[in-house]
């Protein structure tokens, strides 16, 4: 359970985050991708930088440009009892934002701090091959620690793949079988090394 944000608008997200559970909450000044949060809510921040910023005269940005995309994990994750207990959080956070009659309880603590999505290493596979994961999504990973092998039973070659940054693991690919480069697994890092498109594939 991760989610997307823009930065300006981490205290609303926050909120959200509590809720849901996110382990990862991954924030960017604009994602380069025209993903859905940054769409709706890029523009607005972007407007208030360029009428001077937020001062005693002027009013916060409005709390109804808030958006954040929300990743609730992949299919074979997911049985009744999570997808009730993931249901039930979001309708808890749409009753504290006033959208759903009722009271809703006290915010849970947060999982875990934001993270810059410009400090998500994206895993590339360096040669095609099988597979094969030493880490699952939630596992917490150590620069340099190995996250998975890539086995080439043509060239009899088996390649440790290893985090370049330490951070949570917070998704990886469903296929068994890699391309050369493509990304399998995204780790939340803590120091931004990234600009530009932060959502490529």
């Known amino acids: 359970m991760?989610?997307?944000?823009?930065?300006?608008?981490?205290?609303q997200a926050e909120i959200l985050a509590r809720y849901i559970g996110a382990k990862?909450?991954?924030?960017?000044?604009?994602?380069?991708?025209r993903s859905f949060d940054e769409a709706l809510s890029g523009v607005w921040w972007q407007l208030?930088?360029?009428?001077?910023?937020r001062g005693a005269e002027r009013p916060p940005i409005p709390l109804a440009c808030f958006s954040a995309t929300i990743e609730y994990r992949g299919q074979a994750d997911v049985d009744q009892a999570v997808a009730q207990d993931d249901a039930q959080r979001l309708f808890d956070f749409l009753q504290y934002r006033g959208l759903i009659a009722g009271t809703a309880p006290p915010p849970p603590e947060l999982p875990r701090g934001p993270t810059p999505l410009g400090g998500s290493e994206d895993v590339r596979a360096p040669h095609a091959g099988i597979l094969c994961f030493a880490k699952r999504p939630g596992d917490?990973?150590?620069?340099?620690?190995?996250v998975a092998e890539i086995v080439d039973p043509l060239a009899d070659v088996?390649?440790?793949v290893r985090a370049q940054v330490t951070g949570l693991l917070y998704g990886r690919i469903r296929e068994r079988y890699a391309t050369p480069n493509r990304v399998i697994c995204?780790?939340?890092?803590?120091?931004?090394f990234r600009s530009g498109n932060l959502l490529s594939p």
């Open 186 to 192: 995204r780790i939340a890092g803590a120091v931004e």
């Open 2 to 11: 991760h989610l997307y944000a823009e930065k300006p608008y981490w205290p």
């Open 24 to 33: 990862a909450s991954l924030l960017a000044l604009g994602q380069g991708a």
């Open 48 to 53: 208030d930088e360029r009428l001077g910023g």
């Open 140 to 146: 917490w990973v150590e620069a340099g620690e190995l």
């Open 158 to 160: 088996t390649t440790a």
